[in-house]
């Protein structure tokens, strides 16, 4: 038994849901009680769709129990299949029907339903949601592709796009015409926008573009071995990763490495000297490995950021992340409990989280800018906008997206020429994003300082500065000028620098002598 | 006094057929009610003894709607317990030991059981009888079920509240009881209303917090403020209380029937009632007929969702001039809304329980102006061009009483006036 206040990823039918509803022609039929509905409007509401999830649930009840849920799953099945006439079925049970034990694959088997129905097992105790949907895209796989002829000109299959992923819809788009541009054409997108026919035919391709190994990667090595297709390992999120991209593409395929830049902005935008305040920016990053891992390159290396911290809740990749971790100089957290990353992030005290909507939430408590990088994300994470993670846009987006939460360049130095000034304090942030600073009631009384957060008051700072480091009130009084964005930075250098020097009290001089030990 | 309002010239529905049909129900479980509960009861905490799947119910219902620090959590049950590897009473005492400790602000705890809790047979009673009796006199520790295998949405409310009637201490004291989870601002004018008819002592379940001088016993009355309390209802005629049965306090109408029914019990004369219902009522009146402009002659159709839609068909019908087409529910307990019912005039269907693919089908063919309905098929239905309401806001939303019949109405005729408002063709 474990406790959990929220949690990063759903049960793994949800990630079987996520497949279903990017799908076509493509019906769940769901052994749950009525309850699990509610997985419906993570796609209806979260993810704006305009059509109910394909998904048939059996909805049983206590009363069902004691007498026959078998048969209300089979007249489920029957009523769904005639109702929605679809080109194949997934059938299953979510975590309560599993410990009800009426093998909903077994009964599919019993039945005439006229189409293939695909038996799932995914074990709710144990698994989750990522899991769920690689799983049931490679039983999907599995059951309808075939080895067959291969298309006259180059082609793919795009692999990992399931609903409700993070920018999926928009990456298509950007590694679509990527490849185009390579002369290489698409052959299937799956699981989103295909069909089961369409599954029938991905055997057509040359090769797999892994976009997602979180949703695909059990599909992809499937076919590598029974279709004979190399997979990509690149996944193409930032301007150096999609470069080595577009390069193992053309050792797939024999064909030049072939990349418009004309588009291509961030390596310019981060280049220019307005960015130069990004520098060695103290970053912290989490959520699903493959994204953590992308904007770890991409934070360090395009945009010059300090990273002091990354994990990933998928154990499924705790290994990448580990040894890349290792690479940077850090530890990394590999764990899905949403306090366990709190902690974390309250002790390193970034200047900024990449993360997913959760970190986003500790951020706002915590006072340091988040952009999410990561599902699971929120309604406001589905724009409507073009906004690609991928190829060449996905890096402008990445630019633009991850700069905004912060104070800009000239702000941030203005706030620390006048941190007295009434209109430029801690509690106003930064100046672009509107509804951030309480109006002061009447105009020209001075807005009081911001109540010091229960996690920035001096007494219990000093418990995770690693000693027994007592703030001076001069040096207290002092640290609180310093603008807030990089407040926590100053003090915890100044408690490293004390507490590895053996010093106990912290004066002013000691802030001062720590600030030029770190200047950089 | 006896202007109650009486049924229309057709007559009420209270005696109408009733259709019942069985298949898939698009609806929550009690878990979501935890979402308002927890809010509401400021030193309790709901520990839902559950699967993966009930944490992220919480947090989907909750994310759309929620960002603060919740109190509510899940103990997810995993192989082992499942197995019987490990005891899991054992392991729910260490889930609680970890909380508690680090929740030193609670003063109630609920252990919550689920569809995977009450599958497996998790005594949550016995737990609960075992950690009262360790936590005395600092927490009290209750169970009650939120599984979508016995509740249905607002039912979760129902079960935490009635689980709370048995240990109420006993009162003979002659006292009002109003029994439901308002927000503040409402409970705050409703007790304010009848204290100036000189009703009293009011009395609120559920408290704010656990240490209140809250009993109940024979001398007690009480009025219900959500249609959907049927158990605790049941519990509080156990302990000797007594229902005061009456129309929902929704829309001015509602209001002052609920009012009336009470003013009645506790010998209110006719000029007191006047006098102090007099100017919300006509607050009311105005604001219900500016909001309802748009709604005037338009058609209306049901979802079962939150046990709300007979009050609510009852009042956008009579006040707002409305048609009712159908009037979903998930469950219809005629001891409870048999008043409303009796105020609705005959015409619309009335379901009970839902097989959702056929009432879709029901709800294409008829087109209403507006459908009601839950979360899952709101925007799939304005894709097709119909306008909705998605129902959680009508729990979400201080929409009872005087003051707020304008609002309550305003949540119907908004998502009217904007399909109205909407203009994207190009200039002709």
């Known amino acids: 038994m474990k406790l959990t ?4 990823e759903g049960p793994p039918h949800v990630g079987a849901m996520r497949v279903a509803t990017g799908m076509k022609d493509m019906h769940y039929v769901l052994h749950a009680p009525q309850g699990d509905t509610y997985a419906d409007l993570l796609f209806t509401m979260i993810e704006r769709r305009n059509h109910r999830p394909p998904v048939t649930y059996t909805t049983f009840q206590a009363r069902d129990l004691g007498s026959d849920t078998a048969n209300l799953f089979k007249t489920s099945l029957q009523d769904a299949y005639e109702r929605f006439r679809p080109e194949a079925m997934i059938v299953g049970a979510s975590c309560t029907a599993e410990l009800i034990q009426d093998d909903p694959g077994g009964m599919s088997e019993t039945m005439d339903i006229p189409v293939p129905v695909i038996p799932l097992e995914l074990p709710s105790y144990q698994r989750k949601e990522n899991y769920g949907a690689d799983e049931t895209f490679f039983q999907i ?24 992923g993070f920018r999926h819809r928009d990456d298509i788009t950007e590694i679509t015409s990527l490849l185009s541009d390579m002369g290489i054409s698409v052959n299937v997108v799956a699981p989103m926008t295909a069909s089961p026919a369409d599954i029938a035919r991905m055997g057509a391709a040359h090769f797999n573009v892994l976009m997602y190994p979180e949703t695909a990667e059990t ?24 470069r080595d991209f577009v390069h193992e593409v053309a050792g797939i395929t024999g064909l030049e490495p072939r990349l418009d830049e004309e588009r291509l902005r961030l390596p310019w935008y981060s280049r220019s000297v307005d960015s130069t305040y990004l520098t060695g920016k103290r970053v912290f990053i989490f959520g699903d490995g493959t994204h953590v891992m992308a904007a770890a390159r991409v934070a360090r290396d395009e945009m010059g950021f300090e990273v002091v911290g990354m994990g990933c809740y998928n154990r499924e990749m705790a290994r990448g992340v580990r040894a890349l971790a290792r690479d940077f100089g850090i530890e990394a957290t590999i764990t899905d409990d949403y306090l366990e990353v709190e902690r974390v992030i309250e002790t390193l005290q970034p200047e900024m989280i990449l993360g997913t909507q959760m970190e986003r939430h500790i951020g706002k408590r915590l006072g340091i800018p988040c952009a999410v990088i990561s599902a699971p994300v929120h309604v406001q994470d589905f724009p409507a ?33 006048f941190r007295d000034d009434f209109e430029f304090h801690d509690a106003a942030g930064p100046s672009h994003h509107g509804g951030h600073a309480p109006k002061p009631e009447t105009p020209g009384t001075t807005v009081p300082l911001a109540a010091p957060s229960p996690r920035n008051n001096p007494d219990q700072n000093k418990e995770h500065a690693g000693g027994d ?15 807030f964005f990089v407040r926590g930075k100053a003090r915890r250098n100044t408690e490293t620098f004390a507490s590895e020097r053996g010093v106990a009290e912290i004066s002013i001089d000691t802030l001062y002598e720590a600030k030029a030990h770190y200047a950089r | 006094m006896n202007d109650l309002p009486r049924i229309s010239a057709t007559g009420g529905c209270r005696d109408e057929p009733i259709l019942k049909q069985r298949g898939q129900r698009e609806v929550f479980c009690g878990l979501t009610g935890i979402i308002w509960l927890h809010r509401k009861m400021q030193d309790a905490f709901f520990l839902v003894i559950g699967s993966r799947t009930c944490a992220h119910l919480l947090q989907s219902a909750a994310g759309v709607m929620i960002f603060a620090e919740p109190r509510f959590g899940t103990a997810i049950l995993e192989e082992t317990d499942l197995a019987g590897l490990a005891d899991a009473q054992a392991e729910l005492d260490k889930v609680v030991d970890q909380l508690l400790a680090r929740r030193t602000d609670i003063r109630q705890l609920f252990l919550v059981g689920s569809c995977p809790s009450e599958v497996i047979k998790l005594d949550l009673s016995r737990a609960a009888e075992r950690m009262t009796e360790k936590y005395a006199p600092s927490v009290r520790v209750l169970n009650f079920s939120g599984s979508g295998i016995e509740t249905t949405f607002t039912q979760g409310e129902d079960a935490c509240l009635a689980s709370m009637v048995p240990v109420l201490p006993k009162t003979d004291e002659r006292q009002l009881l109003l029994v439901g989870a308002l927000p503040d601002v409402v409970e705050e004018q409703a007790v304010s209303l009848l204290t100036d008819m000189g009703v009293g002592p009011i009395r609120v379940l559920p408290a704010p917090r656990a240490d209140t001088d809250l009993g ?30 009456a129309p929902f306090p929704f829309g ?30 006509a607050r009311a009146r105005k604001a219900i007929a500016q909001a309802s402009e748009s709604l005037r002659d338009k058609s209306v159709f049901f979802f079962p969702d939150s046990q709300l839609e007979i009050p609510l068909a009852r009042f956008l019908t009579r006040e707002c001039g409305m048609r009712a087409i159908e009037v979903g529910a998930p469950f219809i307990h005629k001891g409870i809304v048999g008043p409303d019912l009796d105020m609705l005039a005959q015409g619309p269907t009335l379901s ?27 925007n799939p239905l304005e894709a097709e061009g119909l306008a909705t309401k998605w129902a959680i806001e009508l729990v979400f939303t201080p929409v009872h009483f005087y003051e707020q019949a304008g609002d309550l109405a305003g949540l119907f005729s908004r998502p009217i006036r904007r399909a109205e408002l909407l203009e994207l063709e190009a200039t002709p």
């Open chain 1, 5 to 8: 206040v929220w949690t990063y």
């Open chain 1, 141 to 164: 796989v599995r059951t309808l592709a075939r080895p067959m002829e291969r298309t006259a000109q180059i082609s793919c299959n795009l692999i990992g796009p399931t609903a409700l």
């Open chain 1, 219 to 242: 599909a992809a090595r499937w076919m590598e071995r029974e279709l004979d297709q190399p997979w990509t390992k690149t996944v193409p999120i930032g301007v150096g990763a999609t």
């Open chain 1, 385 to 417: 906008r073009y906004s690609p993670q991928m190829g060449i846009e996905g890096a402008n987006v990445l630019f633009d997206t991850w700069v905004h939460p912060l104070v800009m360049g000239l702000e941030e130095h203005l706030l620390h020429m």
């Open chain 1, 469 to 483: 480091v007592i703030w001076l009130e001069d040096a207290e009084r002092e640290l609180r000028k310093i603008p």
């Open chain 2, 216 to 245: 109940v016993g024979d001398n007690t009355v009480f009025a219900l403020t959500q249609p959907f309390l049927g158990d605790t209802h049941a519990a509080l005629e156990r302990r000797g209380a007594r229902h005061l049965a």
């Open chain 2, 252 to 281: 001015e109408e509602g209001t002052t029937a609920w009012l009336r029914t009470i003013a009645q019990e506790f010998g209110v004369d006719v000029e007191t009632f006047d006098r102090v219902t007099a100017a919300p009522r």
């Open chain 2, 352 to 378: 009970e329980g839902q097989d959702v693919d056929l009432q879709l089908d029901r709800c294409r063919e008829a087109r209403p102006d507006l459908t009601v309905c839950g979360l899952g098929l709101a």
